[in-house]
């Protein structure tokens, strides 16, 4: 394992578990989709060799969008659970290349706050992630909070991955292409825009002046954000609005980590290291929509010298998750 002698961590790798599928409509993004199906339901065997061929060393294995974020609240509870027991029992079968991520049964705030807690304390697990937003509420509503103080009590963090954006949004933005281009839905752009604007109102909403300490992560290469964050800081803070000294760009680089997950580009990287610096960027692949070989061939071609690529392929994650 290893690529160019370095040991590889990816924090954005998803797998299917069939319950929670079982309560998505046949229209959804990828539903039998070539190999990827196959890709998602398999937790071990295919997964692995993929790994070991690509020189990956661990996976943080987490559900592919949607998840339990569309369920009702009765259900997302017992979903959730169960679960996260089973991908506990898919970690358990290969503890030294699988971690996790939890489901969190947004639709009932506490328990989602108490599911956290069970994820991270009797599972084991890394943090957890979410799936846009809960039945159409953004998670940076006040409702949600109790989610982030356990997450800032645990210290752990929160992936916030996207997810296929509202019938309104797809139906005004998207409609007109998605017969030839659906994937403008989804990876090429509807999942950025959806996601970035939850990233933004994550910092609007003053969530981490109440919890100092919480800890976001975006994947995507940060869902375009460092590549506006200029701009947006900018913006937020001219004549008008609420607070001329509010700086978006403060909270964004001291709560949000990013990932590369699905984005393998060095512009978009080194814009990232320049606005955000180094620490704060984790190499992931987004497996199985996205190939474990493009991701490892990109490796030798970054133009970051040797330290800074051990952070990105495997410290910057060991620190954030506590991984060894
Ligand atoms: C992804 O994670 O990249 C993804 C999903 C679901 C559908 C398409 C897709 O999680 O790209
Ligand atoms: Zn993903």
């Known amino acids: 394992m ?17 319950e929670v599928a079982s309560h998505f409509g046949p229209t959804d993004a990828m539903r039998g989709a070539s190999g990827i199906l196959e890709r998602l339901y398999d937790h071990g065997e295919l997964r692995i060799r993929e790994m070991d061929e690509a020189g990956i060393d661990f996976q ?6 949607p998840s339990t974020q569309r369920m009702d609240a009765e259900t997302a509870v017992k979903v959730a659970r169960g679960a996260n027991d089973r991908l506990r029992e898919i970690v358990r079968a290969h503890p030294d290349r699988f971690g996790a991520f939890g489901a969190l049964p947004t639709p009932d705030p506490r328990a989602a706050a108490d599911e956290l807690e069970r994820c991270v304390t009797k599972l084991g697990f890394q943090g957890a992630m979410v799936h846009g937003p809960t039945n ?30 509202n019938e309104k949004v797809a139906e005004a933005y998207y409609k007109d292409y998605l017969k030839d281009f659906p994937g403008l839905l989804t990876a090429a752009w509807g999942f950025t825009v959806e996601c970035a604007t939850q990233g933004i109102r994550m910092v609007l909403s003053g969530v981490f002046d109440k919890y100092p300490n919480l ?18 800081t900018q913006a937020l803070a001219r004549q008008g609005n609420r607070d001329t000294s509010f700086s978006f760009r ?6 949000f980590w990013i990932t590369t997950s699905g984005n393998f580009s060095n512009p978009a990287l080194l814009c990232c290291v320049m ?13 199985p929509f996205v190939p474990n070989k493009p991701g490892a061939d990109w490796i030798p071609t970054i133009p970051l010298c040797s330290e800074d690529k051990d952070k990105l392929l495997h410290g910057n994650a060991q620190r954030l998750l506590k991984l060894s």
């Open 60 to 65: 943080v294995l987490s559900h592919g969008a």
């Open 215 to 232: 800890k976001i992560i975006l994947g995507h290469l940060g869902e375009s954000i460092p590549f506006s964050v200029w701009r947006i």
């Open 275 to 287: 606005e955000m610096g180094i620490d704060r960027i984790i190499f992931s692949i987004d497996y």
């Open 250 to 255: 403060d909270y964004f680089c001291r709560h």
């Open 2 to 18: 290893a690529i160019n002698g370095k040991r590889v961590i990816v924090i954005e790798e998803h797998y299917w578990d069939r």
């Open 136 to 165: 159409g509420v953004w998670f940076d509503d006040k409702r949600f909070w109790p989610i982030f103080e356990r997450a800032q009590a645990l210290d752990t963090p929160i992936y916030i991955h996207p997810a296929q954006p």
